[in-house]
């Protein structure tokens, strides 16, 4: 039987939805159909993950900055591409929306192998470059025995694809932003247009989407108790580091009062002298 979706912004049930879903993604529940599918779906992002790093590592030479600082740019160029190919896959998996607490999909499970993949990826990667502290490495266990368990179950795949939504809009923003930083265009026009489009993407997606997308998670029926507990810590989790973020914007309003006071034009990219 084709199951029923969910349509977001009209709250009915759309058949016809359901079936252009089930139609589009004939070559999803086909593969689906075979066990060893998912792990060797996880294996091959793995795998392409690792891919685009190589080719970062054989394209970017930048002998000019600390060998750590170039690793680190290479990793986050991956790390950008993971961010944006979750949030527009989740994005188009919105158009199926269905309720909290169901099997996943073909799409969800797609989607969900695919961040695994990267994660199992950044895990070795931040390892072997040592590109990394105790709270990301924390972070990334528990998101890999999360997405894990989502596979294994067959279940968590909507309320995972509302956390990319939330999460993942601002993660190009954010490596940008860093990878600039290495580049030691801190103190230019690029740096602060960039750092300016994470916080703006940040909030947006962490309150303007998070809050009503944590609130229909941990009000869902049928959504596992665990599964409401860590989307709430995390959106709590955001409203922190927001406090903190906000005080980094009065910051940059300061800098921006005292580089017109003393005449000071930021340049696209050449340092300014502060």
């Given at each position: 039987?084709?199951?029923?979706?969910?349509?977001?912004?009209?709250?009915?049930?759309?058949?016809?939805?359901?079936?252009?879903?089930?139609?589009?993604?004939?070559?999803?529940?086909?593969?689906?159909g075979q066990s060893s599918f998912k792990a060797r779906l996880v294996l091959g992002f793995?795998?392409?993950?690792?891919?685009?790093?190589?080719?970062?590592?054989?394209?970017?030479?930048?002998?000019?900055?600390?060998?750590?600082?170039?690793?680190?740019?290479?990793?986050?160029?991956?790390?950008?591409?993971?961010?944006?190919?979750?949030?527009?896959?989740?994005?188009?998996?919105?158009?199926?929306?269905?309720?909290?607490?169901l099997e996943n999909t073909p799409l969800e499970n797609f989607l969900v192998s695919g961040?695994?993949?990267?994660?199992?990826?950044?895990?070795?990667?931040?390892?072997?470059?040592?590109?990394?502290?105790?709270?990301?490495?924390?972070?990334?266990?528990?998101?890999?025995?999360?997405?894990?368990?989502?596979?294994?179950?067959?279940?968590?795949?909507?309320?995972?694809?509302?956390?990319?939504?939330?999460?993942?809009?601002?993660?190009?923003?954010?490596?940008?932003?860093?990878?600039?930083?290495?580049?030691?265009?801190?103190?230019?026009?690029?740096?602060?247009?960039?750092?300016?489009?994470?916080?703006?993407?940040?909030?947006?997606?962490?309150?303007?989407?998070?809050?009503?997308?944590?609130?229909?998670?941990?009000?869902?029926?049928?959504?596992?108790?665990?599964?409401?507990?860590?989307?709430?810590?995390?959106?709590?989790?955001?409203?922190?580091?927001?406090?903190?973020?906000?005080?980094?914007?009065?910051?940059?309003?300061?800098?921006?009062?005292?580089?017109?006071?003393?005449?000071?034009?930021?340049?696209?990219?050449?340092?300014?002298?502060?």
């Amino acid at each position: 039987m084709t199951p029923l979706l969910i349509s977001p912004r009209l709250g009915l049930l759309d058949e016809r939805a359901a079936n252009g879903h089930v139609r589009h993604n004939m070559w999803l529940l086909e593969l689906e159909g075979q066990s060893s599918f998912k792990a060797r779906l996880v294996l091959g992002f793995t795998c392409l993950w690792s891919l685009l790093f190589l080719l970062a590592w054989s394209a970017i030479r930048l002998p000019a900055l600390k060998p750590a600082a170039v690793w680190d740019i290479r990793n986050r160029l991956v790390s950008a591409a993971h961010g944006t190919f979750a949030y527009f896959v989740a994005l188009y998996a919105l158009t199926f929306w269905r309720d909290f607490g169901l099997e996943n999909t073909p799409l969800e499970n797609f989607l969900v192998s695919g961040t695994l993949g990267y994660f199992l990826y950044d895990t070795v990667c931040m390892l072997s470059l040592s590109l990394y502290d105790s709270f990301i490495l924390v972070h990334h266990l528990a998101v890999v025995v999360g997405l894990s368990a989502s596979l294994l179950t067959n279940m968590g795949g909507a309320e995972i694809t509302w956390g990319y939504i939330i999460t993942e809009g601002s993660n190009a923003f954010l490596h940008s932003k860093e990878i600039t930083r290495d580049l030691g265009l801190k103190d230019t026009k690029l740096y602060l247009t960039v750092e300016l489009g994470f916080f703006a993407t940040y909030y947006f997606g962490r309150f303007a989407v998070g809050v009503p997308g944590v609130f229909w998670i941990v009000t869902s029926a049928t959504t596992p108790l665990l599964v409401k507990s860590v989307a709430f810590l995390l959106e709590v989790q955001s409203f922190e580091w927001g406090y903190r973020m906000q005080k980094v914007m009065r910051k940059r309003y300061a800098e921006t009062q005292q580089r017109a006071i003393r005449g000071i034009t930021l340049q696209w990219l050449v340092p300014a002298k502060v």
